[in-house]
């Protein structure tokens, strides 16, 4: 099992940027493929970014791509979500999770794969 917490959310006008981190500790983060997940209220939990195991391969949800970057330091045992041009349908409630049975570069977008999870951090983007 890995602890996960969620740093870096707050409240941003549209436009600008934020970084996100998830500082893992008890296992390396580069032991599992790590991904991003936001909730908004009233909707469903939804994938944001992932970044493989190896840590070779990243992947963005259509809204997100050209705008976030999913980064890795394996010697901080920290995964990151850079932020920029935020639109206000980008807030909500941010969370890293770790999925221990994604092999090589492979993802995976349902949040059912993911075992460990952090409590999360609040976005909040004004228009």
């Known amino acids: 099992q890995v602890q996960l917490v969620e740093s870096g959310g707050g409240l941003v006008q549209a436009g600008g940027s934020l970084r996100l981190s998830c500082a893992a500790s008890g296992r390396p983060v580069s032991s599992y493929a790590m991904g991003w997940f936001r909730q908004a209220p009233g909707e469903e939990r939804e994938f944001v970014s992932a970044i493989s195991k190896f840590g070779g391969s990243t992947y963005y949800i259509n809204s997100v791509k050209g705008r976030f970057t999913i980064s890795r330091d394996d010697a901080k045992n920290t995964v990151y979500l850079q932020m920029n041009r935020l639109k206000p349908e980008d807030t909500a409630v941010y969370y890293c999770?770790?999925?221990?049975?994604?092999?090589?570069?492979?993802?995976?977008?349902?949040?059912?794969?993911?075992?460990?999870w952090g409590q999360g951090t609040q976005v909040t983007v004004s228009s």
């Open positions: 999770a770790a999925d221990h049975s994604a092999k090589a570069d492979d993802y995976c977008s349902d949040s059912a794969c993911y075992e460990d």
